[in-house]
C-alpha cells in the first residue's frame, strides 16, 4: 500500500525490504534493533532514507561475501 507520497531520496518501506531482500518484518526488525532509521511517513507507512538503506545492503552484501 504505497499511496504517499514520498519525498526525494526515500523509500517505503515495501521499497527498503525489495532492496535488501528481506520482508516487511525483517525491516521492523532492524529497526528495532537500531540498524536502520525511519526519516519520515507514518507509523503505518514509514520511509527510510534512500542513502542509509544503500549503505546497509552494501553492508550486509560485504558480510555475505566474506
Not at 519525498?7 to 532492524?30: E, K, Y
Amino acid at each position: 500500500m504505497e499511496s504517499q507520497i514520498i519525498r526525494p531520496g526515500h523509500l517505503t518501506a515495501h521499497q527498503t525490504a525489495a532492496i535488501l531482500g528481506i520482508t516487511l518484518d525483517g525491516v521492523r526488525q532492524l529497526v528495532c534493533r537500531g540498524k536502520l532509521v525511519r526519516s519520515g511517513g507514518t507509523v503505518g507507512q514509514p520511509w527510510y532514507a534512500a542513502a542509509d538503506v544503500a549503505a546497509l545492503a552494501t553492508k550486509r552484501s560485504a558480510r555475505q561475501v566474506a
